[in-house]
């Protein structure tokens, strides 16, 4: 068989060229003699050529010369067969659990189960006939395929590169890989190395597959972080961070819990648990913020799943401007540690240099000034006009004055009021000058709207006080708006699965973002608006995403599927079909054979030449 | 005299003897009236002190008085000294063409017969107590320009001198006759050209016009192979021939006619050559080389036919 069989057209130019050479040189046999003294007056007799295809066909320069034409076609031609030989594929599993320690008996240390299974199938491999073409599957979140080959010394290099990753993966996707690897060579056998439990559909193992599992861990229980949150109230800014501990031994055992804020450590605890024991832990933050992590200490053969994380917002009391002649409120708001309470009379106008969050007045003076850097208001007010604007578009608006109204009036729906539109980055801001910007709260609305004082940013809310009292939905405005100024601390808020794709929503203001990993890499992205879409989350931990003015954190943690606290597979030979045929075929080149014997064949022929001339 | 029972290469032992015998009987004919030099068998044609009576002569002052014939002197009352012909040697020189054309064709065994010619020639001129010198063209490295012999007792050296060269290689008979000018010295005597003389006429022609100018006898012997008297047997394919020396090549092909234009070609080469060395008194013998017999062809070639036209006569 010939792979391009159309190499021998070749022949037809080739062929005719050689035999016109042969045929017009006119090289005849050659005699020595003494002297061709008297020879020199004969005539000079033109080779006839009858003669000449006689020579060239008694040539055995003209034969081996053709032979050497037809071969180097034929070596284009890629002349191939079939030959039977035995394809392996070995799948090793670089997921999250194959960093897990395990005893090395040998060396009376610990080695990972990784560094295990690279070397067991190193040892496959160099006891493997030298035939064998054996192909490597780098298990993880995508699966790095190695293709076939007989060269060990390719295959031990490929060994030698394997990496582990964070990710986890799926044995039967695996094996289903090296299934479609085998089934067009015939067939062949499977060896996975892994710490996972396997379940295979018994289709995927098709007739001429054979798959062995090799195991490579032990169960080693112990405990882990389960759970951790940052729960917060209206009048507690202080944060607080509790973190659920669990048992996964039968025993009873005992582990330490740190708490660090960016990399420093805060506090820690002792945590005694029962057999399958779950604890929690209570740390108290105060006014500390930043990125927390919790880490469970203790002798762990993975201390992938040992960790938690948490962002701590910075949080302070909210500012309260009271324009009020009645007692009773400020006594009231008094009470209250969230607010920093300014109290001022109605017919007093308050010191146009304070920042407050939240203004409630009384009676007409709905009318004040605040000095800012900029003022972004919702669109229904004109600040020169100290007038709403009717046909102003706008959700706020709708929402305060539709449906406040509609819950007062028993509106079924009140409780799926969305409460996120009061959201300032969800509000359609107008933006004022810089300065000292007055601003009108209305005695028949509030209004909502952000400003900026220095380098913070203040949520402001202007209540008339007789609409505050007999409106609990502005109670909740009210806490919405400490909500915003004070967000609570999030504990593991993104979390995703290593490897899996996680999706922000940075401002639309945002021109780029930062990504820091859990590594320290950086990558930049520009941003053209909407959410992003982050893939690369191969690493387990924290990543970090900056951007101008937003900042924002996702954690990456491995699949419960990949903890050491899972039982590892069990060490089996699956073999289907009666003998499980593992021999295929392979089609083998005879190209680099006759690109051998070429040269032979043209050394031959100048040693003929020159052997004739000598 | 040594063992020369190996000293020809032609002739077997058991006939070396008597052939060096009837060799023995024979000498070089000298036409000219040469000057020799030093002692020799020769009978000078100027006075000396040989054993062979020249003439009388009126005694002079610082005669040795030992050379008086007291007979004469008594008998004419004057005295008178007896003087006598002085002997004298002779230069003769041998050259032998060892070109590649010589040993072409091992069957005809061109080179060893010419080596035993010069041998047997050598061994005569020896014999006369002549100086006999050898020279070969062309020369290996290792091979001395000449040899040169005076003693026939030395005769297996001559041997052993032209065995050195094996043949090989183109000969340039002008340039070899440069040297055997040089190597005579101004003395006279003869030379001996043995070559197949297949190269052109110009060069054997300038040669012998060189040696003859500067006083030497010459004497060209001509041996032609018997592959040479006709066209190879290669039939009637058209073929390359190839010279030997030179390699200068010619296609042709062999016919009848072919064989005739040959011969014809060989024929006027040999006249030409025969008539040039009549033309310049110079002794021409040309020995067709027989399929087998060689040592009967030689023995009848140096001892019949050499003495028959007179290069070589008997002892006086």
Same mark, same amino acid.
């Given at each position: 068989m010939f792979a391009t069989p159309l190499a021998f057209l070749w022949l037809l130019p080739v062929l005719p060229i050689l035999v016109i050479l042969y045929f017009v040189n006119q090289e005849t046999k050659v005699f020595e003699v003494p002297s061709i003294l008297h020879m020199l007056a004969l005539p000079d007799s033109p080779v006839p050529v009858k003669q000449r295809l006689r020579y060239f066909l008694n040539s055995p320069f003209f034969w081996l010369q053709l032979l050497l034409i037809f071969l180097l076609v034929a070596a284009l031609a890629k002349p191939i067969r079939d030959r039977e030989v035995r394809h392996s594929v070995y799948v090793i599993d670089v997921t999250a659990s194959m960093q897990a320690t395990e005893e090395d008996s040998q060396k009376s240390g610990w080695k990972k189960r990784l560094s295990i299974a690279i070397e067991a199938a190193r040892e496959r491999i160099l006891d493997a006939p030298s035939e064998e073409r054996i192909a490597i599957i780098e298990a993880g979140r995508s699966l790095v395929t190695h293709p076939f080959t007989p060269d060990k010394n390719e295959l031990m290099r490929v060994l030698s590169e394997i990496r582990q990753t964070d990710t986890a993966s799926s044995a039967s996707e695996s094996v289903f890989a090296a299934a479609n690897m085998l089934l067009p060579a015939g067939g062949g056998r499977i060896v996975l190395l892994t710490d996972s439990q396997v379940s295979l559909p018994a289709s995927l193992l098709k007739e001429g597959l054979n798959l062995e599992i090799v195991s490579v861990g032990t169960l080693r229980p112990n405990a882990a972080i389960v759970a951790l949150d940052t729960p917060s109230s209206l009048l507690d800014p202080g944060g607080k961070l509790i973190a659920r501990v669990r048992s996964f031994s039968p025993e009873a055992m005992s582990a330490k819990l740190a708490v660090s804020i960016d990399d420093k450590e805060i506090a820690n605890s002792n945590v005694a648990l029962g057999p399958m024991g779950l604890k929690a832990a209570t740390f108290d933050l105060g006014e500390h913020s930043g990125i927390a992590r919790v880490s469970l200490i203790l002798e762990d053969a993975l201390a992938l799943d040992n960790t938690g994380y948490a962002a701590l917002p910075p949080r302070r009391p909210l500012m309260l401007l009271l324009i009020s002649a009645r007692k009773e409120i400020k006594n009231f708001l008094e009470k209250l540690d969230s607010f920093d309470l300014v109290h001022v009379q109605p017919d007093e106008q308050p010191d146009p240099m304070l920042m407050p969050d939240i203004v409630i007045v009384e009676g007409v003076t709905d009318t004040f000034s605040i000095h800012a850097d900029t003022i972004y208001l919702t669109p229904e007010f004109d600040s020169e006009s100290s007038q709403m604007i009717p046909d102003a578009a706008g959700e706020l608006r709708s929402w305060i004055s539709d449906e406040i109204y509609y819950w007062e009036e028993g509106h079924p729906l009140i409780d799926q009021v969305a409460l996120d539109n009061l959201r300032p980055e969800k509000i359609p801001f107008l933006k004022f000058g810089k300065g000292v910007q007055t601003v009108i709260g209305g005695s028949r609305a509030p209004f909502v709207g952000v400003y900026q004082g220095g380098d913070r940013k203040h949520a402001i809310c202007a209540l008339p006080i007789r609409q505050m009292l007999n409106n609990p939905t502005a109670v909740l405005l009210l806490m919405r708006l400490l909500e915003w100024c004070n967000p609570r601390g999030r504990a593991d808020a993104n979390v995703v699965e290593t490897g899996s794709a996680i999706t922000l929503s940075p401002p639309d203001e945002a021109k780029g973002i930062r990504i820091v990993n859990p590594t320290g890499a950086v990558k930049e992205l520009v941003l053209s608006g909407g959410p992003v879409v982050i893939e690369e989350t191969d690493s387990a931990g924290l990543y970090r995403v900056e951007g101008d003015g937003y900042q924002e954190f996702f954690i990456a943690r491995v699949s419960p599927g990949e903890s050491d606290l899972s039982q590892p597979a069990q060490s089996t030979e699956i073999v289907s079909g009666e003998e499980g045929k593992v021999r295929g075929t392979v089609k083998s080149s005879f190209s680099p054979w006759l690109l051998i014997i070429l040269p032979c064949l043209m050394l031959l022929e100048w040693w003929m030449f020159f052997r004739r001339r000598i | 005299m040594p063992d020369t029972e190996s000293l020809f290469f032609t002739i077997s032992p058991e006939r070396t003897r008597p052939f060096l015998s009837r060799l023995e009987a024979l000498r070089l004919r000298y036409i000219r009236r040469l000057r020799g030099w030093g002692r020799g068998a020769h009978i000078s044609q100027y006075a000396g002190a040989g054993m062979e009576f020249r003439e009388f002569r009126d005694y002079a002052q610082g005669d040795d008085i030992r050379n008086i014939d007291w007979k004469t002197s008594a008998?004419?009352?004057? @005295?008178?000294?007896? /003087?006598?012909?002085?002997?004298?040697?002779?230069?003769?020189? =041998?050259? !032998?063409? /060892?070109? +590649?054309?010589?040993?072409?064709?091992?069957?005809?065994?061109? !080179?060893? &017969?010419?080596?035993?010619?010069?041998?047997?020639?050598?061994?005569?001129? !020896?014999?006369? $107590?002549?100086?006999?010198?050898?020279?070969?063209? @062309? +020369?290996?490295? $290792?091979? #001395? #320009?000449?040899f040169t012999c005076q003693n026939r007792a030395r005769v297996m050296e001559v041997r052993d001198y032209l065995s050195a060269s094996k043949g090989g290689g183109m000969l340039n008979l002008p340039a070899a006759a440069s040297e055997i000018l040089q190597e005579s010295r101004g003395r006279h005597g003869t030379v001996v050209l043995l070559s197949d =003389?297949? =190269?052109?006429?110009?060069?054997?022609? +300038?040669?012998?016009?060189?040696?003859?100018?500067?006083?030497? *006898?010459?004497? &060209?012997?001509?041996?032609?192979? *018997?592959?040479? /008297?006709? !066209?190879?047997?290669?039939?009637e394919e058209v073929v390359q021939v190839s010279d030997s020396e030179t390699g200068e090549r010619k296609r042709i092909q062999v016919t009848a006619g072919t064989r005739r234009l040959y011969r014809q070609a060989m024929g006027t080469h040999q006249q030409r050559l025969q008539s040039f060395c009549y033309s310049m008194r110079v002794w021409y013998a040309s020995f067709v080389l027989p399929e087998a017999d060689h040592e009967n062809a030689l023995e009848e070639f140096v001892l019949r036919q050499l003495p028959g036209m007179g290069f070589l006569r008997g002892k006086v």
């Open positions: - | 008998r004419f009352d004057k @005295p008178y000294v007896r /003087t006598f012909q002085q002997d004298e040697s002779r230069f003769s020189h =041998f050259f !032998l063409d /060892t070109s +590649r054309s010589m040993v072409k064709v091992p069957e005809d065994r061109k !080179l060893d &017969v010419a080596r035993d010619i010069a041998v047997s020639l050598g061994y005569l001129a !020896l014999c006369s $107590e002549d100086s006999a010198n050898f020279s070969t063209s @062309p +020369r290996t490295a $290792e091979t #001395p #320009p000449n =003389f297949l =190269f052109l006429e110009e060069a054997y022609r +300038r040669a012998v016009r060189m040696l003859v100018s500067h006083g030497l *006898q010459v004497a &060209v012997i001509q041996v032609i192979g *018997q592959s040479e /008297t006709g !066209l190879p047997e290669i039939g």
